[in-house]
């Protein structure tokens, strides 16, 4: 959630080898949602500058981005830098290269010290990520070329990370400049979801007429033309179980809902309060519990007036289950086994997990959680679709219990 370029590279894999994945899953009749972070770059003091903190004391040095040595673009913040950018000879500022984002494209360096301030919300610097000024043409024009990259290699839409600290005016303008570059109308599988995770400020950022409230739809339908197309523009209800969003201005189709989600697996993460409506499988969450959470979810969700009609995009999250403190992703590069240089001090070792596994059980307990492959679960969310139930056994997991 630090992205220093919109090129599609990284530790993951090539633009190339993401292409050949999403056209293999759609192959497969499943469609890919990519997580988009519009809102900022990476934070101050973590570029390829050599660093010293105010004091002179500590010293770090320069960080690199997870894409392989020579596919790599340069970056540069302003803080934590006490001398001239060796390439240019100028006083450090923030530079994007690989995004064509220059010093000019940010908000001022301001502390978010306030969460029931909207010009604080949108032009603070969350926890010192440098924030982008989406209201810059160049900066909305930028992103709207990188959402159009993705679409253009088969996504179907995007998760907007923390849009609250993004004004509806800009997500409405970038969304339009998508809208045109897709020849004036935006995929039939399209649809996009904001984070807007909310706690006491709720009422100031999407309760009533409020930022994503009723001024949002407002401004949608403006840019947009139509309520089909500004359907397609949803919000992801950080209440819910606890508090399921409740604004009869704002249609609920236009609203999703989940139970635990990304953004909870790790300790410490995440101030959403499910107050026993719901949990968080990988923190402690008996399994008993976690699917009986997500069978609601589909059978009679809290809030829920019209179950067949309210909330049609529903999410289950399938995760992974850290153990011993080691929270890098299973996919072998964060394994002790890679080190070569002063190795005794490497002790949160992930090796490898391949995540495709025919004959995964959902709820193993170990390894990935595959909440998905839960009969119960997927019954669950077949008799909402009024599906007939399945066995586990044509599913291929008759084996797991």
Excluded at 178 to 193: A, E, R, Y
Excluded at 336 to 342: A, G
Aim: aromatic share 10%; charged share 20%; with cysteine.
């Amino acid at each position: 959630y630090q992205p220093v370029s919109y090129k599609l590279d990284g530790r993951m894999g090539t633009r190339e080898e993401l292409r050949e994945l999403i056209n293999t899953c759609r192959g497969y009749g499943v469609r890919v949602y990519i997580d988009a972070v519009l809102n900022h770059f990476t934070g101050a003091g973590n570029d390829m500058n050599q660093h010293r903190n105010p004091n002179g004391c500590v010293k770090w040095g320069n960080k690199t981005s997870s894409a392989s040595i020579e596919r790599q673009s340069p970056f540069y913040t302003h803080a934590y830098t006490y001398q001239y950018n060796p390439n240019t000879g100028k006083a450090p500022s923030n530079e994007f290269p690989g995004a064509a984002i220059g010093p000019e494209d940010f908000h001022c360096d301001r502390v978010l010290g306030s969460w029931s301030d909207l010009f604080i919300m949108n032009n603070g610097w969350l926890v010192g990520l440098s924030d982008l000024d989406t209201s810059r043409d160049n900066v909305r024009e930028r992103q709207a070329a990188y959402l159009v990259d993705m679409l253009s290699i088969g996504a179907s839409g995007f998760r907007i990370d923390a849009a609250k600290h993004m004004s509806p005016e800009d997500i409405s303008a970038i969304m339009k400049k998508v809208q045109k570059k897709m020849g004036g109308k935006l995929p039939d599988d399209f649809f996009v979801w904001l984070e807007v995770l909310t706690g006491g400020e709720a009422g100031v950022i999407w309760q009533g007429p409020s930022w994503y409230g009723t001024m949002f739809e407002n401004i949608l339908k403006s840019d947009l033309g139509s309520d089909s197309e500004v359907n397609k523009i949803k919000m992801w209800d950080g209440l819910y179980p606890k508090e399921p969003f409740n604004n009869p201005t704002v249609s609920r189709h236009r609203v999703v809902i989940q139970n635990d989600d990304h953004d909870q697996q790790n300790p410490g993460s995440s101030s959403r309060d499910m107050a026993g409506a719901g949990c968080v499988l990988v923190k402690n969450c008996p399994a008993s519990d976690h699917r009986n959470f997500e069978i609601r979810l589909f059978a009679n969700p809290n809030g829920a007036q019209n179950n067949d009609n309210d909330w049609p995009i529903r999410f289950i999250l399938s995760s992974y289950y850290h153990t011993h403190g080691d929270l890098g992703i299973p996919d072998g590069k964060s394994s002790c086994d890679l080190c070569t240089v002063t190795c005794t001090s490497c002790r949160k070792s992930v090796p490898y997990v391949k995540a495709h596994e025919p004959m995964a059980c959902a709820y193993a307990g170990s390894g990935y959680t595959h909440t998905h492959r839960d009969i119960a679960v997927i019954n669950a969310m077949r008799s909402w679709m009024h599906l007939a139930p399945v066995s586990g056994a044509s599913l291929g997991i008759g084996h797991c219990g």
